[in-house]
């Protein structure tokens, strides 16, 4: 059975407005818009994990895409799409997403760390150093980010002594 556009629920420009208003002035998510409860994407996320810890990369892709689409204020959604992107070799499209987990908590190290790892194999020396210089520089205040932080000055002095062949993990746990 297929569905024509004339099927679908009709709504008013007073109804969009509305939804947009919520989504862009009030900083709500699709999950809010259309009423998914927080299990519900935890439940998702909890499959991607294991995919991803599987090494199922383009499995969990899927289903962080479905749920950076759902709440793309949440950060561990997009770590989990940057290392799915990551582990797949797609290190620019990994960049991006690590970036924007990274805007959304400036404390933690790890998705700074993670995007230096693309860009190094991608060859982008400059931005990798840019990304372990933010890494060095997020996260002092808590204990727990110091080995992130020592892998961060690491791999800076590294870079900066010119050598090439860096060993990089897989990325974080998300």
């Known amino acids: 059975m297929s569905t024509s556009l004339k ?15 919520r989504f862009l002035e009030e900083g709500q998510t699709f999950k809010e818009l259309h009423g998914l409860a927080d299990e519900e994407l935890e439940a ?8 991803v810890t599987n090494g199922k990369f383009r ?4 289903l962080f895409r479905f749920l950076c689409f759902y709440d793309h204020l949440n950060r561990n959604y997009w770590m989990g799409l940057g290392v799915c992107r990551k582990g797949m070799g797609n290190f620019e499209a990994a960049v991006h997403a690590f970036g924007l987990a990274g805007i959304l908590d400036l404390h933690d190290p790890r998705a700074a760390l993670q995007s230096a ?8 020396t400059d931005e990798a150093v840019s990304a372990l210089n933010a890494a060095l520089a997020s996260g002092a205040e808590h204990e727990k980010f110091q080995p992130i932080r020592e892998k961060a000055a690491l791999m ?3 870079v900066q002594s010119g050598e090439s062949n860096l060993e990089t993990s897989s990325g974080p746990k998300t």
């Not at 099927?7 to 939804?19: A, F, H, K, R, S």
């Not at 998702?44 to 294991?50: E, G, K």
């Open 59 to 62: 499995q969990a892709e899927s």
């Open 7 to 21: 099927d679908l629920p009709q709504i008013d420009e007073e109804q969009l407005q509305d939804v947009a208003s």
């Open 117 to 124: 790892e693309c860009h190094l194999r991608l060859g982008h």
């Open 44 to 51: 998702v996320y909890a499959v991607a994990h294991n995919f």
């Open 156 to 158: 800076l002095s590294a």
